[in-house]
């Protein structure tokens, strides 16, 4: 099938065209630069820039396609979880274009989504596949038994999630939003074992580690306070040395917790995916432990990790293929959509 995937999650205004499993056209517009000064996104300028480019964008995909909408099988459209404002932005643009073209319209999962881009690089999911899904809102280990009809929570960060986090400390040590990459960049230069940094490990009532489970806001405060008593001391602030540390505790705990997820469910594929598997020290030490471990690591390259109009079109595809009925007309959008919710 032909699929149109649109996304309006959070920054990015995107749009792509799939076709069986050829992505024809990716077009990503993101309103970043327009946040950076606010050090985070403002969901007001946000939406502003999704009613901007959503025209814009979507015509651009169908264009570098060769395609127009009447040869579109079906639209898939992010209908969560994410920004309340920016997710009614795409969606009711998809809606409108739906009705217009009378095309089957799909309000599938976004994080789901991150999955589901995997295919384009890897080909079709084996059987009992485990997923990694790491971003700025999550932090997440999914058991994928169908993508199409069944995906389910093994665990999830209790508090921030891993990009979160990154991006709080980053804003500390003075880096523009999004600071991930630029600690992936310093950390690259800096040494680990520098400083002590707490895992992200979460205990249970009884003491018990959840065993799949993350917690990465005592991470972020340890390294705030060291950061904060430096200064206090007058000490010039090793940002090479914080940035390898923190990469490190962060990228150790997603890569145990994630290879302990495998052995539990007896999986010997890993799929890796959100804005936050761009990081170097996490994909090395998932490609380290995946050759020990002998577990198939899939992570996707940089363009596909981060949010785009593949990751929806690829889930549509899916969707499409798997005879799953279109939305309702009228589903709505749901900012909290859960993870084991596919489409809408
Ligand atoms: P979600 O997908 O959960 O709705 P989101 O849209 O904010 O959230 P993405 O766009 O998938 O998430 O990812 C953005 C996050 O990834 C930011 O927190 C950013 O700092 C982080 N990130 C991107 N590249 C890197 C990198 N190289 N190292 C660390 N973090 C990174
Ligand atoms: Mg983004
Ligand atoms: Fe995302």
């Known amino acids: 099938p032909v699929v149109l995937g649109i996304e309006s999650t959070c920054d990015e205004t995107a749009a792509a065209l799939i076709q069986g499993d050829n992505l024809l056209s990716n077009v990503v517009a993101s309103s970043m ?13 946000a939406s502003r820039a999704h009613a901007e ?7 651009r995909a169908l264009y570098e396609a060769d395609m127009d909408l009447a040869q579109v099988d079906a639209i898939a459209v992010s209908a969560g979880p994410g920004l309340a404002g920016c997710l009614a932005v795409g969606v009711s643009g998809a809606k409108a274009l739906a009705w217009a073209a009378k095309k089957p319209l799909y309000g599938i999962n976004h994080v789901i989504g991150h999955i589901a881009v995997t295919q384009l690089q890897f080909g079709p999911f084996p ?15 999914l058991h994928v038994r169908d993508i199409a009809r069944q995906v389910d ?14 991006d709080k400390i980053a804003r500390l040590l003075g880096f523009p939003y999004p600071g ?15 400083i002590r940094v707490p895992q992200g490990l979460t205990k249970g009532k009884a003491g018990a580690e959840h065993p799949y489970d993350f917690s990465f806001s005592g991470v972020k405060t340890a390294v705030a306070r060291w950061i904060e008593n430096q200064e206090a001391a007058g000490r010039e602030i090793p940002v090479d040395d914080v940035c390898a540390s923190l990469a490190d505790s962060v990228s150790s705990v997603l890569t145990r917790k994630a290879v302990a997820a495998c052995e539990r469910f007896d999986s010997d594929t890993l ?3 959100g804005g936050f598997s761009a990081n170097s020290q996490l994909r090395t030490g998932l490609r380290e432990a995946g050759e020990r471990e002998g577990i198939k690591v899939r992570i996707p390259r940089i363009e596909l990790c981060t949010d785009n109009g ?6 549509g595809v899916n969707l499409v293929r798997a005879g799953i009925r279109p939305s309702a007309p009228d589903f709505p959008i749901d900012s909290a959509m859960p993870m084991d919710k596919i489409v809408m």
């Open 33 to 45: 630069d327009q946040h950076a000064r606010y050090g985070g996104v403002i969901p007001e300028i």
């Open 53 to 59: 480019s959503f025209v814009p964008v979507v015509s």
């Open 127 to 141: 059987d009992n596949t485990l997923a990694l899904i790491v971003s700025g809102g999550h932090t997440s280990l």
């Open 153 to 166: 929570v093994v665990g999830s960060t209790l508090d921030d999630a891993a990009g979160e986090c990154f």
């Open 180 to 194: 991930g990459p630029h600690i992936d960049r310093h950390a690259r230069l800096g040494n680990p074992g520098a």
């Open 271 to 273: 799929i890796v995916g």
């Open 310 to 315: 593949a990751m929806v079109a690829m889930l």
